[in-house]
């Protein structure tokens, strides 16, 4: 059984640093791209970042410049370093992965076939 576990969140002030862990399970996903979204109360899920099974990375406009994904395909675990947040940050974050080998990033939740239970972000004095 396939399961994608997502670990880091918590409270930080604006212009704290967090480390998301997103840890898969249940088959490995080294040749699949990988993503994270978040979603904020009583907004629509929202693409974050992701990256291909090559190492190829796409970023959202609002988070360009402050977080950094990336994976350790020997741990099959996907990271995002978020750095400088903001309020707006606050989300529910979830990862994602694509079924697909050899895929390239997708900002389009639809591609993603697994999906975390999320875990929660907020940023706030």
């Known amino acids: 059984q396939v399961q994608l576990v997502e670990s880091g969140g918590g409270l930080v002030q604006p212009g704290g640093s967090l480390r998301l862990s997103c840890a898969a399970s249940?088959?490995?996903?080294?040749?699949?791209?990988m993503g994270w979204f978040r979603q904020a109360p009583g907004k629509e899920r929202e693409f974050v970042a992701a990256?291909?099974?090559?190492?190829?990375?796409a970023y959202a406009d609002s988070v360009k410049g402050r977080f950094t994904i990336s994976r350790d395909n020997a741990k099959n675990t996907l990271y995002l370093q978020m750095n400088s947040l903001k309020p707006e940050d606050t989300a529910v974050y979830y990862c994602?992965?694509?079924?697909?080998?050899?895929?390239?990033?997708?900002?389009?939740?639809?591609?993603?076939?697994?999906w975390g239970q999320g875990t929660q972000v907020t940023v706030s004095s």
């Open positions: 994602a992965a694509d079924v697909t080998y050899y895929s390239s990033y997708s900002r389009d939740s639809a591609k993603y076939d697994y």
């Open positions: 249940g088959r490995p996903f080294s040749r699949n791209a």
């Open positions: 990256i291909s099974w090559s190492s190829s990375t």
